[in-house]
């Protein structure tokens, strides 16, 4: 059999798999970052941690050089060639509007409040979806959790 068919009859095996025996790849890790407070010693930890603060999906902590701390959510971030070219946006949860503080202006970072995601990965949902077909359930949804 030349390859050109075999190719075309592994895509058609493919083709014809429910979405309940295709194989289900695995999620990036994620770590636990709440309640974390990163040393901010060089360049590259900064960049580091404002990268995780970036991906994290809960309020965070800024302290300022002049000690002023920003509590809310970074929902935002450009990098240029230097720290004090790259910014963070900010959504205070105090405060209405949105600040942008350059990253050569942090003193510290926590990550202060709960990660809303976590927990929530989509093998967690894959594992209840196969709860709920063994139990025997139709028509099954799984409904996201309510946030506070």
Request: aromatic share 8%.
């Amino acid at each position: 059999m030349s390859t050109q068919i075999q190719e075309a009859a592994k895509l058609d095996q493919l083709s014809h798999e429910s979405p309940d025996e295709i194989e289900v790849a695995a999620g990036r890790e994620r770590e636990q970052l709440e309640g974390w407070v990163p040393t901010l010693a060089s360049d590259a930890e900064v960049c580091d941690a404002l990268e995780k603060a970036f991906d994290y999906r809960g309020d965070i902590t800024v302290t300022r050089k002049d000690g002023t701390q920003i509590q809310g959510y970074l929902y935002d971030r450009r990098t240029g060639s230097t720290l004090a070219d790259s910014v963070v946006r900010i959504m205070p949860s105090n405060q209405g509007g949105r600040l942008n503080i350059a990253y050569s202006d942090i003193a510290a970072l926590a990550f202060t409040g709960r990660d809303t995601a976590a927990g929530k990965t989509f093998d967690a949902w894959v594992k209840k979806y196969w709860e709920k077909k063994a139990a025997g359930e139709k028509n099954i949804q799984i409904e996201p959790e309510k946030l506070d």
